[in-house]
């Protein structure tokens, strides 16, 4: 009989004991229910990256107690979670004989009025820390408590400590326009989409012409873009939207100079420069192989920098130093890594590169600063200005009649380099990156060279980090698309020096992180969309139904036993689609593109035709299950290729045939492009993330054109049901 869990002797080992005090996984059951019990150097090392030594006994258990001692030594956890409208009971650490008591001062300054009764504890728990024995009382939370972010100050005897008390909202409401009714939306690749007013990417400006058109054309209520997030101030830039510089700003590379106030004021021989500068950029827009941020942003960024030196009119100044005002300390690391960045070159990670060296508070940083104050305020003006071209981009949307408007894509993680990491090292895990364990679609496991933010300094800080990115996220958009939302439960920690197939699963307190959803998300009048594909225990599936959250449901992967389950049997609450940004489009899909590009790229573990021959059993599958369903005509497949648009637009039928909450339709499926954006597991072997939107004769297909495009309208017709 395979082991499926670990023995009692195993259990019982004291290193085992310690990595599952801090949640570190021991053991894990794969997606083939393969269980797999993680090595002694893994779990040492991940403990290290926790920041817990466990490199001998001795050490493992002094680790032990250190840490019990901390936990039951605090009069209460730094965090607490209180569910609005019920009352839920905090945990307090006491002496056998006091009683605690408890204020609360909630988030806008005011004292709460109600009043937090203490309450016994069971009397099943009893340590001793430091010579005394320490017992457990209660603090009753009253269900009238507010939903926000607030300060619970307990005392017992002469002693006070202070707790960030998250008050959440049971789930996130279901927007009315949902509660009935499916709604439709579209999925772009934005840099991919360029008009002729890009500079050779697409902008924010084309992001409010395609929410804008998509509704008035095709009756979207949505349009799911890749992740915007901040990303370098100078070539050359990371293609990938996934590794971002920081998630709680936006990349400025996308603003439009042309649509910002200052440049209609321009002096005519300035205005000429502006001009000029574009011209340069405009052939990039004809290109249908690559994408070329680089050549874009050389010129773009000139323009962008004469538009700010001829400055602004006392309000607009006004605005921009409110704007500098309110972000605080987040605008001042972004921007300040930003001017390091741009006078000392690209972060390497090697330990003589400045990020290495250097922190926020040491001299040089400090003096670089004092010696180029324009070009500092420079970059926290990219950010102001690119923060007001992502917002009217979504008024536009809601104008227009949108429901949702923007779906923002979050995602895992940030650049090791990053000025999230050097700013606040302290946030992250050191020694380790994220990643997932090996699956099908990546044999080798998957590393994406990201460090975690550390679970213990997100409870020791009321997850103020995770709370800032989470607004920050809403401040722009109707709904927000969390990439691998496994991560608020577990997340796979690879550590320096090993492959990805030699890591754990870290656990999180996803509670408090679906709360911290809930709470901007209500506030946002909101939509949270969970990427939940891959392996999800059940207790993962059930908590984000019971938050309201939706799930996703991909209709490639919708598969059990060698079968594709029925449209009408997948769960109400997602976001299903045909495809994702990790698969070819629907026609390349079709026609194996990514037998061929794993192929090509060596990718493929174990015998190339036995990987073709479960292709072509899936390929067959989903148009048995097409044809069972009535999706599609059976006659289409004696010509498959021939009739290509007829089956794609059939899976999209299938979408149509599920009661999922949300639909979305890929625009690369509208125009019949069969190239994937991204293949996992490559760099520069593929060109992942610039790949121009082209119609399937590789033809470029310019925002222009894009909703008068036959192909498109034709899949329009579809999702509209008609």
């Given at each position: ?9 195993r ?13 570190l ?16 150097d893994?779990l ?9 030594d466990?490199h ?8 032990i ?10 009069l209460v ?6 569910i609005?409208?019920t ?10 004989m ?5 204020t ?24 001793e ?7 457990t ?5 009253p ?7 607030h ?8 002693r ?32 991919s ?16 012409t ?18 915007l ?25 996308y ?17 000429g420069?502006?001009d ?13 192989q ?10 773009k ?26 972000t ?9 890594w930003?001017l390091?960045?741009d ?33 500092l305020?420079f ?18 949307a809601?104008d227009?009649g949108?429901h949702?408007?923007?779906?923002a ?8 380099s990053g000025?999230?990491?050097?700013w ?21 496991g998957?590393?994406?060279s990201?460090?975690?933010?550390n ?14 990115m989470?607004?920050?996220?809403f ?11 496994l ?21 999180y ?11 901007e ?6 939509v949270?969309v ?5 392996v ?42 045909v ?6 489009p ?10 061929q590009?794993?192929?090509r ?14 292709a ?8 048995d ?5 009535g999706y ?20 999209y ?6 009661h999922?909450k ?5 625009i690369?499926d ?5 190239r994937?954006?991204n ?7 593929y060109p992942?993330w610039?790949?121009?939107l082209?119609d ?27």
């Amino acid at each position: 009989m395979t082991e499926s869990t670990e023995s009692a002797e195993r259990l019982a080992r004291p290193l085992i004991h310690l990595a599952q005090l801090v949640g570190l996984a021991t053991s894990y059951v794969g997606m083939t229910n393969d269980y797999h019990e993680i090595d002694d150097d893994v779990l040492v090392a991940l403990l290290g990256a926790l920041g817990v030594d466990a490199h001998d006994d001795e050490a493992i258990d002094a680790s032990i107690v250190r840490i019990l001692d901390q936990r039951h030594g605090r009069l209460v956890a730094p965090t607490v979670l209180h569910i609005a409208d019920t009352e839920d009971r905090v945990l307090v650490n006491t002496g056998i004989m006091d009683i605690p008591s408890a204020t609360l001062t909630l988030e806008d300054g005011t004292a709460y009025e109600g009043t937090l009764e203490p309450g016994p504890g069971d009397g099943s728990q009893a340590y001793e820390v430091g010579g005394r024995f320490v017992a457990t009382a209660l603090i009753i939370i009253p269900a009238d408590v507010p939903v926000g972010y607030h300060t619970l100050h307990v005392t017992v005897g002469d002693r006070t400590e202070d707790a960030t008390l998250i008050s959440a909202p049971q789930r996130i409401p279901t927007l009315p326009a949902m509660q009935k009714d499916q709604l439709w939306g579209w999925m772009a690749q934005l840099y991919s989409i360029r008009s002729s007013g890009s500079w050779g990417v697409g902008d924010f400006e084309d992001l409010k012409t395609l929410l804008v058109e998509s509704r008035k054309k095709t009756g979207a209520d949505f349009m799911l873009i890749n992740p915007l997030h901040a990303g370098e101030p100078v070539a050359p830039l990371t293609p990938s939207p996934y590794l971002p510089i920081s998630r709680r700003f936006v990349n400025f590379t996308y603003i439009r100079p042309e649509s910002i106030p200052e440049y209609a004021t321009l002096d005519n021989d300035t205005r000429g420069q502006v001009d000029e500068l574009h011209a340069q950029a405009d052939p990039l827009n004809g290109d249908a192989q690559i994408i070329d941020r680089d050549s874009m942003w050389r010129v773009k960024m000139h323009a962008l920098w004469l538009i700010f030196k001829a400055g602004r009119t006392h309000e607009r100044q006004q605005a921009f130093d409110e704007y500098k005002r309110t972000t605080g300390e987040g605008l001042e690391a972004y921007a300040t890594w930003c001017l390091c960045y741009d006078k000392w070159g690209a972060p390497t990670g090697a330990p003589d590169s400045w990020e290495k060296r250097l922190d926020k508070n040491s001299d040089e940083v400090i003096g670089l600063r004092n010696q180029f104050p324009d070009t500092l305020d420079f970059y926290r003006w990219m950010e102001w200005i690119a923060n007001e071209q992502f917002d009217a981009a979504q008024r536009a949307a809601k104008d227009a009649g949108m429901h949702i408007g923007i779906m923002a894509d979050m995602a895992v993680g940030v650049h090791p380099s990053g000025s999230d990491v050097w700013w606040n090292p302290e946030r992250f895990a050191k020694g380790a990156t994220v990643g997932a364990p090996p699956d099908y679609f990546n044999q080798q496991g998957q590393d994406w060279s990201q460090p975690p933010l550390n679970p213990i300094d997100l409870q020791n800080t009321g997850y103020l980090a995770y709370r800032h990115m989470v607004h920050g996220m809403f401040a722009h958009a109707g709904a927000v698309r969390i990439d691998h939302i496994l991560g608020l439960f577990r997340l796979w920690w690879i550590p320096s020096g090993h492959t990805a197939k030699d890591g754990s699963y870290v656990h999180y307190d996803s509670d408090i992180m679906l709360g911290v959803l809930a709470i901007e998300a209500e506030r946002a009048h909101g939509v949270v969309v969970g990427e939940d594909l891959g392996v999800v225990p059940s207790y993962v599936a059930e908590s984000l139904s019971s938050h309201g959250v939706l799930g996703c449901a991909v209709e490639w992967f919708e598969q059990m036993d060698g079968k594709f389950r029925a449209p009408k049997d997948w769960r109400e609450y997602a976001l299903a689609s045909v495809n994702t940004h990790d698969l070819p489009p629907a026609a390349g899909y079709l026609a194996y593109e990514h037998v061929q590009l794993r192929e090509r790229l060596g990718l493929i573990e174990g015998s190339t035709e036995d990987f073709e021959e479960h292709a072509r059993a899936e390929h067959k599958a989903m148009m048995d299950m097409l044809v069972a369903n009535g999706y599609l005509d059976p006659e289409l497949l004696e010509d498959e290729k021939g009739n290509e648009q007829q089956i794609v637009e059939a899976l999209y039928r299938g979408l149509r045939g599920s009661h999922c909450k949300l639909l979305a339709a890929s625009i690369v499926d509208g125009v019949g492009e069969r190239r994937a954006q991204n293949q996992p597991g490559t760099n520069n072997e593929y060109p992942n993330w610039r790949i121009p939107l082209a119609d399937g004769k590789g033809n470029v297909v310019p925002l222009e054109e894009l909703f008068s495009n036959p192909r498109l309208l034709s899949l329009t017709r579809v999702m509209q049901g008609r």
